[in-house]
């Protein structure tokens, strides 16, 4: 009955999102949202503190997992069938310091340590939870940013679209290194590594949706960094570089995330410290982008952006406020209008699903 209503009067259920916080600085741990389907509106369900830190989060197989961004390092898996997220299990130790980010691919959960500078991998089971740790790849070198790339600060982990490999961005070397999973023995192979511009400080990269082209952002300058990706042959050329704050921003700028538009004319950017979101536009074929707004976040220190699937609504957690902050996004001009909030002390990571 409930389904006929739906279709009679229009109204669609409320899709939901998945919220880290750090909980050693206020944060309530991980969140759950409804979203408003139509407003992008947040309305949080619950919370769990049973992990601490989880600063970065990803959704598999209908499975909430986490990062538990800690000295002694480990990952989480949760149930979310229910209006807060339920732990399946003890968090299982990645075997490194300072997790930031996990991904997903081939049965197995991948995450960047970025105090270690290395990449742990862990089963996947049947029934989602965590296996311990099968394989870790530890970076080498560092850069000339002497407080910053002192070492290896590996960033973020993610699989390339055609799933074949996967890349890890270092802070720390000015590196993106290109590696393939053995899903059978969960350990990770060297396949290569493309050097950025020395002192850049490389966080995240994002690609384009027809998969020739990467984004990748870099912390320690304000620019990002357009490369070709070659599926084929694991190969991440650099291209050219495009800032993210307007020439002559005054200030501090550290941007932290960057995601592209489903149909590809636009790439956004979360700034720090000018507390703004970028929105650059794509050319066709993906090969350049170019500045063409500078939008303020709607709070402070926007660690995390998501877009939504539909590309309508964009998401910024604003560690600093405590908040999460969301915008509408006009599908001609790119540029995000603010919509709403909701207090989220000491946000650090939003994921739809």
């Given at each position: 009955?409930?389904d006929r209503q739906e279709e009679q009067t229009g109204a669609r259920r409320p899709g939901r999102a ?29 919370s769990s503190d049973a992990v601490a830190d989880p600063s970065f989060l990803a959704l598999g197989g ?73 394989g870790q790849l530890r970076h080498e070198g560092g850069g000339p940013v002497a407080d910053r790339q ?204």
């Amino acid at each position: 009955m409930g389904d006929r209503q739906e279709e009679q009067t229009g109204a669609r259920r409320p899709g939901r999102a998945y919220i880290g916080s750090f909980t050693s600085t206020g944060g309530l741990g991980v969140l759950a949202a409804d979203v408003d389907p139509g407003t992008g509106a947040l309305d949080i369900t619950g919370s769990s503190d049973a992990v601490a830190d989880p600063s970065f989060l990803a959704l598999g197989g209908g499975v909430l997992y986490a990062v538990s961004e800690t000295e002694n390092g480990a990952a989480a898996a949760f149930d979310i069938g229910g209006p807060a997220p339920i732990p399946l299990g003890a968090p299982v130790p990645v075997d490194a310091a300072g997790p930031t980010h996990l991904a997903l691919t081939g049965g197995h959960v991948l995450t960047a340590n970025y105090t270690s500078g290395s990449v742990s991998v862990l089963p996947r089971t049947a029934d989602g939870t965590l296996g311990p740790v099968s394989g870790q790849l530890r970076h080498e070198g560092g850069g000339p940013v002497a407080d910053r790339q002192e070492a290896p600060h590996a960033h973020q982990v993610l699989p390339d679209p055609s799933g074949r490999w996967v890349l890890t961005v270092d802070l720390g070397t000015d590196s993106v290194t290109v590696t393939a999973l053995d899903a059978a023995t969960g350990t990770l192979r060297p396949h290569g590594a493309t050097t950025l511009r020395p002192g850049t400080g490389p966080r995240h990269l994002a690609f384009h949706p027809a998969g020739g082209h990467a984004y990748v952002l870099n912390e320690l300058e304000p620019t990002v960094t357009v490369c070709r990706w070659d599926a084929a042959a694991g190969v991440l050329t650099p291209l050219g570089e495009t800032p993210v704050v307007p020439e002559g921003a005054p200030g501090a700028r550290y941007p932290s995330e960057v995601v592209v538009a489903p149909d590809g004319r636009f790439l956004w950017a979360a700034v720090r410290g000018a507390d703004t979101l970028a929105v650059l536009a794509l050319a066709e074929d993906g090969a350049s982008a170019r500045l063409v707004a500078s939008v303020p976040c709607g709070g402070q220190w926007p660690r995390d952006l998501t877009l939504a699937p539909s590309g309508r609504h964009l998401y910024a957690a604003n560690e600093r406020s405590g908040d999460v902050t969301w915008f509408t996004v006009d599908p001609e001009t790119g540029l995000p209008e603010r919509a709403g909030s909701v207090p989220v002390p000491s946000a650090s990571c939003i994921v739809l699903g």
